[in-house]
């Protein structure tokens, strides 16, 4: 299964991929993991990463697309899913050529939607470990002990990108290139929109029920 999971910052795509790869026998590709690795890293990528990344703008789509499509080039011959890339037409349609010159196609779009008063809740909120990328929220997903990762003892922090005036800038951006994108897919691909506002296990049952559809 080929799977691309859409939605805006903070509509749990994160999460849902982390279900969807516990369930099914996919990798996971996530756009922004794979530039924090390299931020993390200290690598060229990462560099020019860096200034775009931390005031909410999408990295240029060349860099970009030459990252994930090789990491999708060079994924193991089992599925994957697709979590935050593309990002504009201009993604999808590079996405889309590099298919097709490797023969595969995408089985489902699965588009989160959220409100925007629930993706500033939920982004603020949000606490991550530097070392593990676990995700943590102070409300709703606390660590047993007060920020601090349960996994490996590193003091959480709050990512530069997830503080409230940059994720008016990410959503301004989401809304102007990357809503587009559902328009494009929607023209020829099998697209899935699934409410997001509710709790992430609701979230999952309802992906799940299109996801064992296309299994079967
Ligand atoms: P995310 O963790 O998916 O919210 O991504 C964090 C940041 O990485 C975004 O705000 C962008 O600056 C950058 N980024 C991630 N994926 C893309 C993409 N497909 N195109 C451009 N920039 C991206």
Do not use: W
Not at 26 to 46: C, F, K, N, P, Y
Not at 181 to 203: H, L, S
């Amino acid at each position: 299964m080929r799977i691309v999971l859409l939605g805006a910052p903070g509509a749990g795509k994160g999460t849902q991929c982390k279900y969807i790869v516990g369930k099914y026998d996919m990798l996971h590709l996530s756009s922004g993991d794979i530039l924090r690795q390299h931020r993390a890293e200290g690598t060229e990528l990462g560099k020019k990463a860096q200034s775009f990344m931390d005031s909410g703008k999408l990295v240029p789509d060349g860099i970009i697309v030459e990252m994930m499509i090789d990491r999708i080039n060079k994924a193991p011959k089992i599925g994957f899913v697709l979590d935050g890339f593309p990002r504009t037409v201009n993604q999808a349609v590079e996405l889309d050529k590099a298919l097709v010159l490797s023969g595969k196609k995408l089985d489902i779009i699965v588009n989160l939607k959220v409100d925007e008063d629930v993706v500033l809740k939920r982004i603020t909120g949000r606490r991550s470990c530097p070392k593990c990328g676990a995700v943590y929220h102070i409300v709703n997903l606390k660590p047993k002990v007060d920020g601090v990762c349960d996994r490996d003892g590193v003091k959480l922090i709050q990512r530069p990108d997830d503080t409230a005036e940059v994720v008016v800038s990410r959503l301004k951006t989401y809304y102007q290139q990357t809503v587009p994108v559902v328009d494009y897919y929607k023209a020829e691909n099998n697209v899935c929109e699934i409410d997001a506002n509710k709790d992430a296990e609701e979230v999952q049952e309802t992906l799940f029920a299109e996801l064992d559809v296309l299994v079967k």
